[in-house]
């Protein structure tokens, strides 16, 4: 992996900041995995430009493919899980980034109890007999 190759593609693309999350920033990946990257692009991507960005990110990375989430679509708990468990691989911004994870962590560790609580309601309900009444 080039990093200064990764930082041109998302540079180019006008990317904020970016993490890798998932399976190869917890070095738990084959080498057939993809890489699961966030980023925080300066202006909404469509998807032809999201997916000429993915491409040339599997090419720089030298991976099979690149999964991209986009934190301003992504849900909190998205968000969440990518700064607990990534890496941060680019940022353009740092004021923008440190906010960015300030809030996030902010609103995620807010929504734990309720996260729980919801998934615990939920697993309840399934050793009760399923979720059909």
Do not use: K
């Not at 180019?12 to 993809?34: I, K, M, N, Q």
């Not at 468990?85 to 609103?107: H, K, M, N, Q």
């Amino acid at each position: 992996m080039s990093t200064s190759a990764v930082d041109r593609v998302l540079a180019e693309a006008g990317v904020r900041f970016a993490y890798l999350f998932g399976s190869r920033a917890t070095r738990r990946h084959r080498p057939t995995s993809d890489a699961d990257i966030a980023i925080m692009p300066a202006q909404p991507l469509d998807l032809l430009a999201e997916a000429g960005l993915a491409d040339r990110l599997a090419q720089a990375l030298e991976v099979p493919a690149v999964d991209l989430v986009d934190l301003r679509r992504a849900p909190l708990v998205v968000r969440g899980r990518v700064l607990q468990e990534g890496r941060l691989l680019y940022s353009a911004d740092e004021p923008g980034r440190v906010a960015f994870e300030v809030r996030t962590r902010s609103e995620y560790f807010d929504f734990l109890p309720t996260q729980r609580a919801l998934r615990d309601h939920f697993l309840r309900r399934v050793a009760a007999g399923g979720l059909d009444g």
